[in-house]
């Protein structure tokens, strides 16, 4: 069975400090893992994704992250935090290639201060 | 630009009624998926659907129904069977497997 665990709801960096959103995942195949972020009132916009192809995977706005098997884990970072970057963030995984097959983690908000 | 639009922004449900939000992508996407965000969770999967006149159950389907007649939209009912629809709905979008593009969602409130 497919499940993601986000380790922290909420987290809390000042304006030009390293983020770091944790993400750790279970799966029974080789998964394919996401990151997406959702500012309020808004839709979700994928920030990057982990399809079996290089383990650094890097996103947009600055931010990449990790693929870890021996780990099960699945790290969101960015070097230097923007206030823009205040939003909430969803790990995800998935299944192979069915299309029901995606598992949200339950968000980690983002907040970032001046 | 091409996305997904989805209205109104906002909808109020009374007892018994049902209510049906609107999306409309022109993506030309063959995938297009429903799913329901309540605070503190992650999305769960209503319906979704692969190609026209054709959709799944996800998750947490009871209470809904859909319709794909054209490929560009993705109607969902929310029924009166659906007993606590208060939540923020998101449709979303997809050329391969997995959501890729999300509307801005609709919030649904009971009056």
């Known amino acids: 069975a497919q499940s993601v665990t986000q380790l922290d709801s909420h987290v809390s960096v000042s304006e030009g400090t390293p983020v770091l959103l944790r993400c750790n995942y279970s799966?029974?195949?080789?998964?394919?893992l996401f990151w997406y972020v959702q500012h309020p009132n808004k839709g979700l916009q994928l920030l990057l994704k982990?399809?079996?192809?290089?383990?650094l995977v890097k996103g947009i706005n600055g931010f990449e992250a990790e693929f870890k098997k021996s780990e099960t884990s699945f790290h969101l970072t960015k070097p230097s935090a923007h206030m823009s970057d205040a939003a909430e963030y969803f790990c995800?995984?998935?299944?192979?290639?069915?299309?029901?097959?995606?598992?949200f983690g339950s968000g980690t908000k983002l907040n970032v201060k001046p | 630009d091409g996305g997904i639009t989805q209205s109104p922004k906002y909808l109020f449900r009374k007892e018994g009624q049902n209510v049906t939000l609107s999306c409309e992508q022109n993506?030309?996407?063959?995938?297009m998926y429903w799913y329901r965000q309540d605070p503190g969770q992650g999305l769960r999967l209503i319906y979704y659907?692969?190609?026209?006149?054709?959709?799944q159950k996800g998750d947490i389907a009871e209470g809904y129904s859909v319709s794909r007649e054209k490929k560009e939209s993705f109607p969902l009912t929310v029924t009166s069977a659906q007993k606590n629809p208060t939540a923020f709905y998101l449709c979303?979008?997809?050329?391969?497997?997995?959501?890729?593009?999300f509307g801005d969602g609709t919030r649904l409130s009971i009056l």
């Open positions: 979303a979008s997809s050329i391969e497997t997995g959501p890729r593009h």
């Open positions: 799966s029974s195949y080789s998964p394919s």
């Open positions: 982990y399809t079996s192809a290089a383990t």
């Open positions: 995800v995984v998935s299944e192979g290639y069915n299309f029901n097959k995606f598992y």
């Open positions: 993506l030309n996407h063959d995938a």
């Open positions: 659907s692969q190609i026209v006149n054709d959709f």
